[in-house]
């Protein structure tokens, strides 16, 4: 598996982000994430904000700077590992290399790079980052999952909206769903939620985020799920950028088992922050000919910057009813040479699950159809899906316990009108018109 060290370089050198990257080229197997930063207070506030595993900073003769961004490094990336990075010839002739390095020891430096940087050094430093596992935060923190897509209305907030449903379900509490689709959030919207406060707020407190006042900002939904909003328009959208983005969704992961990324259709700095911090990423496209051919062009590029493997899937969202010369995922997966992992099928009650403000999996057994596609979901984000835990849960759990979860995944428990048939064509259920009638009223 390739190793996703976050590193975080800091020095006013002009060469050293250049010197650094082609040091970095010359190691195979590792896929980092880099992000450089000019001047010290610069770094204090990466180191916040990106959560790094490696800290390099520049080192000079002074010190006494290098001690005190060390200490600040202290309580803004407690278990990053800092690394110093210098020239020989910052050494007078009345300096002795080792002194300094003693005393930078003391500043809680733990590694040295000299300059020209070689990979075979770097190297050294990162296997010692993974061999002393100096990333013991990791396994804390929650898993974060992307939904992207190359263009709009292809069904990317339905299914994140579903997943995290279904996710809290399991897990409530535990699941905070962000959507990210800031000039356009409609999150809220489908869970039929009027949030006061949404990730703006988050933007505006970032000197004092941490998890709770995530938690705080965020609202809850009766399914368990806790939901950060979008930003109310366009102008406050603006505010938003690639830092605060890395900053609220560290503080996100580390507060919550799983977060859940609604975005929009574009590649900025924010969606890369997005995606660098994303366990996995979820590319959704429908099937039609200009979203396969555009969505093979940014799948492209996402690959050229690094995402790729299992940290990038691919859905399938048929969002549209079935059509004769209809795309079938074999013709995806030849035009983009790359499998489809899900495929999530038409159904008209997704329609009205949006007009109502309950999402659909909340309505739908999970043994067909769209349910059936969230349950394979979440069950490869690592949850527990009901019906496998009541397999395994008779033997461990008792007899009562074991029909209790089976119960929640049997058909019979489920509103099975509210979904659609698995075979045959459908009709709008009586249940559908009914709900209707009470939302208009
Ligand atoms: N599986 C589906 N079956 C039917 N309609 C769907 C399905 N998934 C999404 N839709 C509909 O497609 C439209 C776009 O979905 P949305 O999730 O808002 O896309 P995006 O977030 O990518 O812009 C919405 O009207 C939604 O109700
Ligand atoms: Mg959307």
């Given at each position: 598996m390739e190793a996703t060290p976050h590193i975080l370089v800091v020095g006013h050198d002009p060469t050293l982000p250049t010197e650094f990257e082609s040091a970095l080229s010359g190691i195979t197997g590792v896929r980092a994430v880099t992000h450089f930063a000019r001047d010290f207070r610069q770094g204090i506030e990466a180191a916040r904000s990106r959560t790094p595993d490696l800290v390099c900073i520049e080192m000079d003769r002074n010190l006494r700077i290098l001690k005190s961004f060390t200490e600040e490094l202290a309580i803004a990336a407690p278990e990053a590992n800092i690394t110093a990075i210098y020239r020989q010839d910052i050494f007078g002739p009345e300096d002795s290399e080792g002194a300094v390095i003693i005393e930078a020891l003391r500043s809680r430096v733990q590694d040295f790079l000299r300059r020209p940087l070689s990979s075979t050094e770097l190297k050294q430093i990162l296997d010692r980052l993974y061999q002393e596992k100096l990333r013991p935060r990791r396994t804390?923190?929650?898993?974060?999952?992307?939904?992207?897509?190359?263009?709009?209305?292809?069904?990317?907030?339905?299914?994140?909206t579903n997943t995290a449903c279904a996710l809290a379900r399991q897990y409530p509490d535990r699941v905070l769903l962000v959507d990210c689709s800031l000039q356009m959030g409609v999150c809220a919207h489908m869970l039929d939620l009027?949030?006061?406060?949404?990730?703006?707020?988050?933007?505006?407190?970032?000197?004092?985020?941490?998890e709770t006042l995530i938690h705080q900002l965020s609202v809850p939904h009766s399914s368990g799920l806790r939901l950060l909003a979008a930003p109310k328009d366009a102008v406050e959208?603006?505010?938003?950028?690639?830092?605060?983005?890395?900053?609220i969704l560290s503080m996100a992961r580390r507060a919550?088992?799983?977060?859940?990324?609604?975005?929009f259709p574009m590649l900025d700095s924010v969606v890369m922050a997005i995606l660098d911090l994303s366990d996995t990423t979820h590319f959704v496209l429908q099937a039609t000919v200009p979203n396969v051919i555009g969505a093979a062009r940014h799948m492209d590029v996402m690959e050229g910057l690094g995402f790729r493997g299992e940290r990038l899937k691919l859905i399938l969202s048929r969002n549209h009813a079935s059509f004769s010369g209809n795309l079938q995922p074999r013709d995806i997966e030849?035009?983009?040479?790359?499998?489809?992992?899900?495929?999530?099928?038409?159904?008209?009650?997704?329609m009205v699950a949006v007009n109502t403000g309950r999402p659909h999996v909340l309505n739908s057994p999970s043994w067909y159809g769209f349910g059936k596609a969230i349950r394979h979901l979440i069950r490869d984000f690592g949850a527990v899906v009901p019906g496998e835990a009541a397999k395994k849960g008779r033997k461990t759990k008792g007899r009562k316990a074991a029909e209790a979860e089976a119960a929640f995944d049997s058909p019979k428990s489920q509103p099975l009108p509210l979904d659609d048939p698995p075979f045959g064509d459908e009709s709008d259920p009586t249940s559908d018109k009914d709900r209707m009638e009470a939302w208009r009223s």
């Open positions: 804390h923190l929650g898993k974060v999952f992307s939904f992207i897509s190359n263009k709009g209305g292809v069904g990317k907030s339905t299914i994140s009027r949030p006061e406060t949404s990730i703006i707020d988050a933007v505006r407190e970032r000197d004092r985020l941490d959208a603006a505010e938003v950028d690639d830092e605060a983005m890395s900053l919550y088992d799983y977060v859940i990324v609604d975005t030849d035009r983009l040479g790359r499998r489809v992992d899900y495929v999530f099928p038409y159904s008209r009650r997704i």
